[in-house]
């Protein structure tokens, strides 16, 4: 091991500051992994917790857009695909560990485990490292761990745990997407995700809407067809799908809007699906017309985080399409993990679809 201390930036919900924390790297407990973080990249859940609409027990390490490279590793050296852990590998992994037999594992919703713990959000305890605003992380026994390809750079790969996984997630839910429409609501980092990766699994007609007009703009390079600013009442989006002669198979919600969950209910057509994702942090409550579900035979589905599998897959869209996309061009500033109050205030002005932050150097 080459260093024998860690620095943590200990977020306080109260001051709403950051706080730099010298840790002892102990022993490694057996089973457990520890990686020396390379690049985490801020998510809008980490803003909202920053910004104080989101609650979270504190101090707290955020960050859980995280890669890293090995330092440490159980004797069990094997990664959730089969492949061989070696020392310095780049990793990703799940944003949660969870135990194996919980319940709710056993059920198909590891996410939901009572056992639970989830990295840049469970309370810096006794100098706990698990979260991604520091120098090193300490992977729980339980964790899925990914070794991540070399050909991809870091910036490409930091919100493959976070946002690809979930629309992955999001996009399982939908089911088979070959020669259908999909409406996504949001240009945002989730909502470009949702379009290129539709767009990889065989949907014939790709539509976008944004409040943003460069937003929208941009999402045509990530495999947008028809783009709608949401300044447009739905009367005037009927038109617009009318006159392409489109209907929508699948919405993906990215926003968490009521108002805009509700309406995508009403583009939908027969026999469509709704999943909704955005809907992370307490809001108005969101009116449905029942009579519309059960006529056009609508189904709704929620996601919140995803499954290793998940992860999986969107690994395997990333390497496999990254030249297509760019989606390294969306971490369009960098800062020092000294410098993250300034980072996260330049990820809170919404000029960036993410903000990196290195470790020290």
């Known amino acids: 091991m080459k260093s024998t201390k860690a620095t943590a930036m200990v977020f306080d919900n109260t001051t709403k500051t950051f706080t730099a924390q010298e840790v002892q790297l102990e022993p490694v407990p057996e089973g457990e992994t520890l990686v020396e973080i390379a690049y985490t990249t801020i998510c809008t859940s980490d803003l909202h917790t920053y910004c104080g609409r989101r609650a979270l027990d504190s101090p707290t390490i955020l960050g859980h857009e995280i890669v890293g490279r090995i330092v440490h590793l ?46 840049g959000h469970h309370p810096f305890n006794e100098g706990e490292l698990n979260g991604g605003f520091a120098t090193h992380c300490l992977l729980k026994k339980g964790t899925a761990i990914f070794k991540l390809p070399s050909h991809l750079s870091l910036q490409e790969i930091a919100p493959l745990n976070c946002t690809h996984a979930t629309i992955a997630g999001g996009l399982r839910l939908a089911g088979n997407l070959e020669g259908k429409t999909v409406l996504i609501y949001g240009a945002g980092m ?15 007609h790709l539509i976008l809407c944004d409040l943003n007009a460069d937003r929208l703009a941009l999402g045509e390079k990530f495999g947008a067809q028809l783009t709608l600013i949401n300044t447009l009442d739905i009367a005037a989006k009927q038109q617009l799908l009318a006159k392409a002669n489109l209907s929508p198979d699948v919405v993906i919600d990215t926003t968490g809007i009521p108002a805009v969950m509700e309406e995508g209910i009403e583009l939908l057509g027969i026999g469509g699906s709704s999943i909704w994702i955005g809907a992370v942090f307490n809001q108005a409550a969101t009116p449905i017309n029942a009579e519309k579900v059960v006529r056009k035979l609508l189904t709704i589905r929620g996601l919140h985080n995803y499954i290793p599998q998940d992860l999986a897959k969107a690994i395997q869209f990333l390497s496999q399409h990254h030249h297509r996309f760019p989606f390294g061009d969306l971490v369009s500033a960098q800062y020092n993990l000294t410098e993250l109050t300034q980072a996260f205030d330049a990820a809170n002005t919404g000029q960036h679809f993410r903000v990196g932050v290195t470790a020290l150097t």
């Open 190 to 204: 989730l909502g470009l995700s949702a379009t290129a990766m539709a767009t990889t699994l065989g949907a014939k």
């Open 74 to 119: 159980p004797s069990n050296n094997k990664d959730y695909t089969g492949q061989t852990l070696m020392l310095g590998d780049l990793v990703t992994w799940c944003v949660y560990a969870h135990e194996e037999d919980d319940p709710m594992a056993q059920r198909g919703y590891p996410q939901k485990s009572l056992s639970l713990y989830k990295y």
